[in-house]
């Protein structure tokens, strides 16, 4: 069963601008990690947030976890069309000892050049 | 090497056949998962074996069948399969229950 929901479904923005993509879960959490999937191919780990952390940088990416309200952002600054993908958050649930990683529904974002 | 290699690349089998997916990584890592893929959804989790254990079986048919045969390999046999299992395999790998590695898929269609 998935465990995140995330929005939008779908975004599309012009080359140069923020995309920011929002997901939501269920349950707590020992880390919280996004994924990132161009068309029809494997995925691509972008970032790892621990439920400790409120928030973290990587190049153009930045990721916040908000715990009390089961929520992460990942924002994409300066868009480039290249950047276009399907992006996926996931959860790695707490105390279950379950090598487990639950998926999002993903945000498609389409970025105009 | 960080790479996580999958073959076939593409697989097109009847519903009577029996064939092997395969997947291999090199990067000392001792969990390996299978995930399935259907168009426009998340990946779904399959199976998840630690050190070459099977630890999670998320209720799956039969008709498919995970093999570890060591630490680096992963193969998924299928059998009897059903038009609707026509997906994506997504094979990854990880060193604890960190960022996970994905190969790059197999895109298997059942007739």
């Known amino acids: 069963s998935q465990q995140g929901e995330e929005d939008p479904q779908a975004l599309s923005i012009q080359e140069g601008e923020n995309a920011t993509m929002n997901c939501s879960y269920k349950t707590s959490i020992n880390n919280l990690q996004w994924y990132r999937q161009n068309s029809g191919r494997g995925l691509v780990h972008l970032i790892l947030i621990r439920s400790n952390e409120r928030e973290k940088h990587s190049g153009r990416l930045r990721v916040t976890l908000d715990t009390s309200k089961k929520s992460s952002s990942l924002l994409i600054t300066a868009s480039r069309a290249a950047d276009t993908a399907s992006y996926f958050c996931?959860?790695?649930?707490?105390?279950?000892?379950?090598?487990?990683?639950?998926f999002g529904s993903g945000t498609r974002l389409q970025v105009q050049p | 090497d960080t790479e996580v290699t999958q073959t076939p690349k593409h697989l097109v089998m009847g519903m009577t056949n029996k064939k092997s997916l395969k997947c291999e990584q090199h990067m000392g890592h001792r969990a390996m998962y299978w995930y399935k893929q259907k168009a426009k959804k998340p990946p779904e989790l399959m199976f998840v074996?630690?050190?070459?254990?099977?630890?999670i079986n998320e209720s799956v048919p039969s008709r498919f069948s995970p093999e570890c045969p060591n630490s680096s390999l992963l193969n998924l046999h299928l059998h009897a399969l059903q038009p609707e299992d026509s997906a994506l395999y997504l094979c990854?790998?990880?060193?604890?229950?960190?960022?996970?590695?994905f190969g790059p898929g197999t895109r298997l269609t059942v007739l």
């Open positions: 074996y630690s050190y070459e254990k099977l630890s």
């Open positions: 996931a959860t790695d649930a707490r105390g279950t000892g379950r090598r487990a990683l639950t």
């Open positions: 990854a790998s990880s060193q604890d229950n960190r960022e996970r590695f």
